[in-house]
């Protein structure tokens, strides 16, 4: 491991300490998105994502040239997996997150444009999801119990 490979994994350590992330789900982070500044994810929320009962981690990181990553540790019964729930090179990423409880959530009028790229008409899970705020005044509300990328645009 280089001496700077060293002082991020420290860094992440540092973090999680802080904020209550395990370790083990920082690496696990670290280990599949190496490029993201992991070890300085904000706006973090954890919540119980995939339903199996052990609470996930999602928070917002970023690369050095400004690309931005909503990831997540699942906290699975044998560890920490690492997911993306989106990603983006746009300088008006998500500039906060909460908890999006469950139920179904609809494309709001106000959204201007076509879908986009992973954008949805509908989404609706059982199960509790992410809500983005940023993104040029808008929110994304994301479901990630079945793992499945995309997101709806709910307006301002």
């Known amino acids: 491991m280089s001496r700077a490979g060293g002082v991020a994994i420290w860094l992440a350590m540092a973090a999680s300490a802080e904020s209550g992330v395990p370790q083990a789900a920082i690496r696990a982070l670290q280990l599949q998105y190496p490029a993201y500044v992991v070890s300085s994810m904000e706006h973090l929320v954890k919540a119980d994502v995939d339903g199996d009962g052990r609470e996930d981690w999602i928070g917002v990181a970023s690369k050095e040239n400004g690309d931005w990553a909503v990831l997540v ?59 983005a705020t940023g993104f040029g005044g808008q929110r994304r509300a994301y479901q990630l119990g079945a793992h499945a990328w995309g997101f709806v645009c709910l307006g301002q």
């Open 73 to 131: 540790a699942y906290h699975a019964e044998d560890g920490w997996r690492a997911g993306n729930v989106d990603m983006g090179h746009q300088t008006m990423g998500p500039k906060e997150l909460a908890v999006l409880p469950p139920g179904r959530y609809e494309r709001h009028g106000s959204c201007v444009g076509t879908v986009a790229v992973n954008e949805r008409m509908a989404i609706s899970s059982p199960l509790p999801g992410v809500l």
